[in-house]
C-alpha cells in the first residue's frame, strides 16, 4: 500500500488528477482508519495506469469507466474510439486543408463571407455523399425484409411446429411477430407488416421463406416513393452489370488479351461512375446549388 503523493511518483499522475478520477469513480482506494488517509493497492495502481493509457488515446472518461468497470469489453471500448479517433481525423485534415487556403495576413483584410461560404459548400458536398450511402443501405436492408429465407432447426411437418419456429426465428433476430392464422402455409404479421409464409426442401435440409404479401405499399420509414424506386432501380441493375464485368474479363483473359483486360476495366469502372454520380445529382442535385 502506498500514498497518494508515492502512486503520483509511480504513475506520473498528479495528485490532483488521482482525486479526480476518484471523484468519477474510477478507482475507490482504502483508507486510514487513524487518519482517512488515502492508501492506493497494486490493484489501485494498475489501474491508474490503465486510466493515464487510455486517456492517452483520447477516450472519454465515461468510456474508461465502463472498461474499467466490466460493463464493456477492451474490443468493443477501443473498436468505438477507433471510430471517434476516424471521425476527429477527418475534421482535423479538413480544417487543415482550409488553413492552407486563407492567404490574407492582416485579420482586417480577411473576407470572412467568402470563406464561410466555401465551407459551407464544402460540407454540404460532403454531406450528400453520406446521405447517398446512409440511403442505399436503408434499401437495402427494406429489399431484404420484402422477403427473406431461414433454415429451422425442425422439419415443420406440423402446423405448431411451423409456428413454433417462425417465433423462434422472430425472438432470435429482435423481430415482433405475430403469426395471424396458423397452417402449413402460414400467414403472419412482422412489426405490423403482412407476410405469408412457405417451406421448401433443398439438398441441405428444410427451408423456411417469408414474403410481404402488399410489397407495392411498402416504402422505408422516412424515404419518399419516388427515391425509394430510384435506389431500388439502381440495387437491381448493379449485379447485371458485374456478372457482364466478369464474363467479359473472363473471355479477354482466356485469349489473353491482357491490355483489352486492363481497357475494358477502366472504360467500364468510368461508365459505373459516370452512372453513379449523374443518379447521385439526379437524386440530390438541388443541395448543390
Given at each position: 500500500m502506498?500514498s ?23 478507482l ?5 482508519a ?11 495502481i494498475?489501474?491508474l495506469k490503465?486510466?493515464k ?12 469507466k ?6 464493456t ?10 471510430i471517434?479517433?476516424e ?9 487543415l486543408?482550409?488553413?492552407r487556403?486563407?492567404q490574407e495576413s492582416q485579420?482586417?483584410?480577411l ?9 459551407e459548400?464544402?460540407?454540404k ?17 427494406a429489399e431484404m ?11 415443420c411437418?406440423?402446423?405448431?411446429e411451423f ?15 405475430v ?5 402449413m ?10 407476410y405469408?409464409?412457405y417451406r421448401?426442401s ?16 411498402y ?8 427515391k ?11 449485379l ?8 467479359s ?11 483489352a483486360?486492363?481497357?475494358l476495366m477502366?472504360?467500364?469502372?468510368g461508365?459505373?461512375?459516370?452512372a ?8 440530390y442535385?438541388r443541395?448543390?446549388?
Open positions: 502506498v497518494i503523493k508515492e502512486a503520483q511518483q509511480i504513475t506520473g499522475i498528479t495528485s490532483q488528477n488521482i482525486r479526480y478520477y476518484e471523484k468519477e469513480g474510477l475507490t482506494p482504502a483508507r486510514k487513524e487518519n482517512s488517509y488515502r492508501e492506493y493497492s497494486d490493484e489501485d494498475r489501474r490503465l486510466i493509457l487510455f486517456r492517452k488515446l483520447g477516450m472519454p472518461i465515461g468510456d474508461i465502463r472498461l474499467l468497470n466490466g460493463e469489453t477492451l474490443k468493443d471500448a477501443v473498436a468505438l474510439q477507433k471517434r479517433l471521425s476527429e481525423k477527418e475534421t482535423l485534415t479538413a480544417a486543408e482550409f488553413c487556403k486563407i485579420l482586417a483584410d473576407d470572412e463571407d467568402l470563406y464561410l461560404e466555401q465551407m459548400e464544402e460540407e458536398s460532403k454531406s450528400v455523399f453520406v446521405q447517398f450511402a446512409d440511403d442505399y443501405i436503408t434499401v437495402m436492408k425484409a420484402r422477403e427473406f429465407s431461414f433454415m429451422p432447426d425442425d422439419r411437418d406440423t402446423p405448431e409456428s413454433r419456429e417462425l417465433l423462434k426465428y422472430a425472438r432470435e433476430n429482435n423481430q415482433n411477430m403469426i395471424t392464422r396458423e397452417g402455409a402460414p400467414d403472419l404479421m412482422i412489426n405490423g407488416v403482412e405469408h409464409a421448401t433443398s439438398r441441405f435440409g428444410i427451408v423456411v421463406h417469408c414474403k410481404m404479401i402488399h410489397q407495392e405499399d416504402f422505408p420509414q422516412g424515404m419518399t416513393e419516388e425509394y424506386r430510384k435506389y431500388r432501380a439502381l440495387s437491381l441493375s448493379a447485371p452489370v458485374l456478372i457482364f464485368i466478369m464474363m474479363l473472363s473471355m479477354f483473359w482466356r485469349n489473353g488479351a491482357a491490355n483486360v486492363t481497357w477502366i472504360l467500364l469502372f461508365i459505373m461512375l459516370i453513379d454520380m449523374c443518379f447521385i445529382y439526379y437524386c442535385g443541395n448543390f446549388r
